[in-house]
């Protein structure tokens, strides 16, 4: 029997409430799913919009270095392998491409590059199967600003070579490493994001370990554009409520007036709800953020499974972060994102 990572999904989809995913969601992410091999991703997940009634979420699926899915997407791997409608698409090619360069040891991609997160928009009825294509990047502190963001820069242009067939482009570089070597001494580069389907001339920067008096502080500095006033007193309110928050910010032909607020706390993604699970959610339902329907459905998600295939599986499910959206002239968001880590042995490493 050839299994895909539908088989995956299916282990899950009875802990998914409507209120989450309404059927016509559930039914599209199977059929994109089928397209992937059982051994993709090790882990998968949604993004919900929490204080929208409408059911459907956004769909992801993280790729880590050295893994059996980086294989595959590079079409590298001797047995298992995309879906047709994958390898015939002419982008999803250069994605695997993308993922060719990223497995040669000698490629800055390879040194620079820990792990892909592939993101699938719902578009009305269906999901695009052209991904958001984000990347993580070594974690290291770099007193050097300049010489990061030289590299960096490098990184952009190699993946916008192979996507888009172009260097990354000068003016969006220049704000981009304007950003960078005006980052705080504590302040990490986690990730950057390529909107690609959304058709979005700009990267998504996310930024770590900040406080938020010194992130502002770091706003102020680089001329974001946005209403610090509109965002500043909740910022301070979840900092006092989770552990962390990792900063996202849009960056065009200029810095735009967007900002994201990713919450973490390590207690949140557990695979047990316990009484954190509780507090937060309730304190996320009295700011407004959070509909009751949807507050259940996340509760409803969490906790873990095992079911055997051609060796025992692990689910382990919960609420990975949440994230607080401010767009100008928008209504301020929270986005909640839940998912499933996949092990092939039985462990209580979450």
Avoid at 139 to 167: M, T, W
Avoid at 292 to 311: D, H, N, Q, T, W
């Amino acid at each position: 029997m050839k299994y895909s990572l539908l088989d995956h999904f299916s282990v899950i989809e009875p802990c998914i409430s409507p209120s989450l995913m309404d059927k016509a969601s559930i039914d599209s992410v199977k059929k994109l799913c089928a397209l992937f091999p059982f051994d993709t991703a090790d882990d998968f997940g949604f993004e919900s919009r929490l204080g929208n009634r409408e059911a459907f979420c956004d769909f992801m699926l993280q790729i880590k270095k050295g893994s059996k899915g980086a294989l595959i997407l590079a079409e590298q791997d001797p047995i298992s392998h995309l879906d047709d409608l994958l390898l015939e698409n002419p982008f999803w090619k250069k994605i695997s491409h993308l993922f060719a360069a990223w497995n040669n040891p000698d490629h800055i991609l390879s040194k620079m590059v820990v792990d892909f997160w592939l993101e699938f928009d719902w578009q009305e009825t269906s999901y695009n199967i052209i991904p958001n294509i984000f990347f993580g990047l070594q974690n290291e502190n770099h007193p050097d600003r300049l010489a990061q963001g030289q590299s960096i820069k490098q990184v952009l242009d190699e993946i916008y070579n192979i996507l888009f067939e172009i260097p990354f482009p000068v003016n969006m570089a220049t704000v981009v490493n304007s950003c960078i070597i005006n980052l705080p001494e504590e302040a990490r580069i986690r990730y950057i994001g390529f909107m690609v389907p959304r058709k979005t001339e700009a990267v998504r920067l996310e930024i770590s370990h900040p406080d938020a008096e010194t992130f502002f502080n770091y706003l102020q500095k680089i001329g974001w554009p946005g209403e610090e006033e509109v965002i500043r007193e909740q910022t301070f309110i979840f900092s006092k409520k989770l552990d962390s928050i990792m900063y996202n910010l849009n960056i065009g032909k200029e810095i735009l007036p967007y900002l994201g607020l990713e919450l973490f706390s390590k207690e949140l993604r557990k695979s047990v709800c316990g009484p954190l699970h509780m507090e937060v959610l309730d304190f996320l339902a009295s700011q407004s953020l959070l509909l009751a329907s949807k507050r259940e459905g996340l509760i409803r998600f969490i906790g873990r499974k095992s079911v055997s295939f051609l060796y025992p599986v692990l689910y382990l499910s919960g609420i990975n972060h949440f994230k607080f959206a401010y767009k100008k002239n928008k209504s301020l968001e929270l986005k909640g994102y839940f998912g499933t880590m996949i092990r092939n042995r039985l462990d209580d490493s979450r």
